[in-house]
């Protein structure tokens, strides 16, 4: 499985991107896929998860009613439209897949596949 994240990009506060994650290879609808970001100097934190098979969908709380993660069939691709968007979402966002859990799961060690990457940065 190989997962290529797009859509970062430079923003001011207040803006919007929409991020993409593009799946190839044996990847199931069923699968949990998620988006993390690691800010400058920290950790990878969960911002999203989506489970295809519990439909379900959970978001850290720093980024609730603020971003919507989704998934189209159709095209193999995860997104996570981020809306009202602060500095302090400055980040590398990584997709993920293939989780070793059938609802959402905010652990990084249960997923398998990981994107490369993508820089989103909010100016003040």
Same mark, same amino acid.
Request: one cysteine or more.
């Given at each position: 499985?190989?997962?290529?994240?797009? #859509?970062?990009?430079?923003?001011?506060? &207040?803006?919007?991107?929409?991020?993409?994650?593009?799946? @190839? !290879?044996? %990847?199931? +609808?069923?699968?949990?896929? #998620?988006?993390?970001?690691?800010?400058? &100097?920290?950790?990878?934190?969960?911002?999203?998860?989506? @489970? !295809?098979? %519990?439909? +379900?969908?959970?978001?850290?709380?720093?980024?609730?009613?603020?971003?919507?993660?989704?998934?189209?069939?159709?095209?193999?691709?995860?997104?996570?439209?981020?809306?009202?968007?602060?500095?302090?979402?400055?980040?590398?966002?990584?997709?993920?897949?293939?989780?070793?859990?059938?609802?959402?799961?905010?652990?990084?060690?249960?997923?398998?596949?990981?994107?490369?990457?993508?820089?989103?940065?909010?100016?003040?």
């Amino acid at each position: 499985v190989q997962l290529q994240a797009s #859509g970062g990009g430079l923003v001011q506060a &207040g803006g919007s991107l929409r991020l993409s994650c593009a799946a @190839s !290879g044996r %990847t199931s +609808s069923s699968d949990t896929m #998620g988006w993390f970001r690691q800010p400058p &100097g920290k950790e990878r934190e969960i911002v999203a998860s989506f @489970s !295809g098979y %519990t439909r +379900s969908t959970y978001y850290t709380n720093s980024v609730k009613g603020r971003f919507t993660i989704s998934r189209d069939n159709a095209k193999n691709t995860l997104y996570l439209q981020m809306n009202s968007l602060k500095p302090e979402d400055t980040a590398v966002y990584y997709c993920a897949a293939s989780a070793l859990s059938a609802g959402t799961t905010t652990r990084a060690d249960r997923y398998r596949y990981w994107g490369q990457g993508t820089q989103v940065t909010v100016s003040s």
